[in-house]
């Protein structure tokens, strides 16, 4: 059998190694995030029916927990990994001609270790360990926010890297006080010993390491940083930010409060804070002339969303927030690669200067149309399945506060459809239809939004195999013992 | 008012964090997996410095990771201080002065050495690769202080780097591809106190040592170039 700790090891290897590629070619750079990605992604599809049913558990080291470090190789970590494999192939293969200016090796070093970071993370069974993959993921995205070094991308870079460094120290901080109370930073360890976070030191630790994974994962009111660090980083590294960064955050944010904590008490709020996050969100969002802080804002809305879907906290709610986080990952990967090349052609990235936007890049426009319409829940594609699901959860879970929350999710999805239509309109309706001459994306550009659009509307027609999947993800958070027991035998 | 606010949401937090610390139980033997580590570590790894085989072999995992954040953090100072045109400055640069360079090249090989020592004798002694890596890197910024006309070349640091990063991992793999576990300490454990002993331990913390140095060398270095 493959041990999954190459999905984590060989994109690292590749990510050392590519500074020597470099040298020999400063072609070949380009090429290796391709590789890596194809690996991890090829791998994590071959272990997907093994995981399915039996969850891996990697000793690192051959030191068994709690003394060494463990992967938990389980549904919900194979699930992220295709996922991050995925996106981040796609995305990889559009970097290849989309980046030109600037030191481009490093660019794809730090784009190979942030996906390397985010692989660490949804795949680890030690909060340290997480905690050091999750200080991968954010550091490399500081870096390359900052990366085309104007003005506005160096400012946002620094107000994120701020507000970051604030979040992971809380983390850190946390981690520490579960280290001082129980000696063990397994998580299953952990989990073996809290058994509910009624006495306060319990509960305080819980608190800041969510607030400061929150951070990471642009939950209101910690989500300032979002907009400026989405709207002016490169348009490839908004696409992994938004459909790969904020996802892991919130994945963090489920495994603390689910298997570490078992914190089902807090739930009610946390559904109140999801939907706070989506209606800031999509408001802010509508208000937007700026194409790129618009999809920023609509991705803060979306974590709201998902945070909500997972605080219902029946089987169908987890399925819920799974499957509109794999919808969201597709769906703002595609509207930021294709903004990408619009904004490349036009040289702006006012929404009203895409007039006529239809005849002159038809495919990249069709592209950006498939990506709003999924994420705002139309069918056939992909987001209406999940939205769907969710307010299926949010009724069954019944109850005044859940129905009043999933009405005001419905109320935000409205706003959310008010500004997409907007922006297609745009592109297919604006403007003088003469004398426009095609200018379409190059190829390797328009292979991502294809197979990108192409999933959608298959996920969306028939989400069978998918459900499948997020079916034994959903079971391994909620049953926490069986967690446990998969890890200290 | 907003300093008020501030205030009081700190001391609300102070009061917070108070809880958990009073719980630890500081001092007592509590930590099962602490004192394994104490009890156990030198038949399990034969290293005779227990700081190092947790850092190196117990969570070695880790140690790699934190290695990649420290490469990432040179990297990316790099990218965001790249200039697309390197310019020979041709600005006369001032000399340090003489006691300053003396001094600085007097004590330059020493301190390679001494960081060296410190890598090298990681699992013996207290220190490591981190701290023998920072030790060198702060013999390179004496001569960035001294000799101020010399370039150190930044690709070279650059290949180093690279050259010990890829020696962790394929540590690491070499261990899966003879005992099926990632950074298994597939060595020998040799005899307690002696040079080659531990297993993989040296071999890591010299890697780490090459790497740390390199990197925080590069990150002078990069630091110090001049724009116009």
Redesign the interface.
Known sequence: MVNPVLLIAVPLGLAFSLPIFGLISKRLEKYLPVIAMLFNLSLSVYLVPRVLTHPIIVYIGGWAPPFGIDLFVGPVGIFFSVIIALVGLLVSIYAMDYIKEGDTGKYHVLFLLLLTGAQGVVLTGDIFNLFVFYEILCISSYALVGYLRDRDGLESAIKYLVQGSIGTGLVLTGIAFIYGLYGTLNMADIARQINSIKPAANFITLALIITGLGVEAAIFPMNAWLPDAHSSAPSSISAILSGIAIEIGVYAIARVIFTIFGATDILSFVALVGIITLLVGEMSALKQNNIKRMLAYSSTGQIGLIVFAFAIATSYGIEAGLFQILNHSLSKALLFLAAGYMIYRTGSMEISSFEGMGKRMPLTSLGFTIGAFSLIGLPPFAGFASKFLIVKAALTKGGGLYTCLIALALVATVIEGAYFFRVVQVLYFRGSNENVTRQEAPVVALVPFFVLAVLIIAIGIYPGPVMHVLNSATSEFVHRIAYIQGVLR | MRKIIALIFLAILLW??T??????P?GTN?????E??ITKDITETGAANVVTSVVV??????T???V??L???A??????L?LPRKKVSDEVLEESSLILRTGCRFLFPLILLFGAYIFVHGHLTPGGGFQGGAIIASGFALIFLSCRERVVST?KL??V???A??T???V??I??AT???????FLPKGTLNMLFSAGIIPVIYVAIGFKVGSELAGIIGNLMERTQ
């Open positions: 917070g964090i809880k958990p610390v009073s719980r630890i500081f509590k930590i099962k997996v602490a394994h580590y072999l117990y969570r070695g995992f880790d790699l990771g934190e990649t954040i490469f990432i953090a990297i990316g100072l790099a990218s965001i790249y690709v650059g290949v780097e690279s050259l990063g890829m962790f991992v394929a690491g793999l261990g899966l005992g099926g576990y990632f950074l298994l300490s």
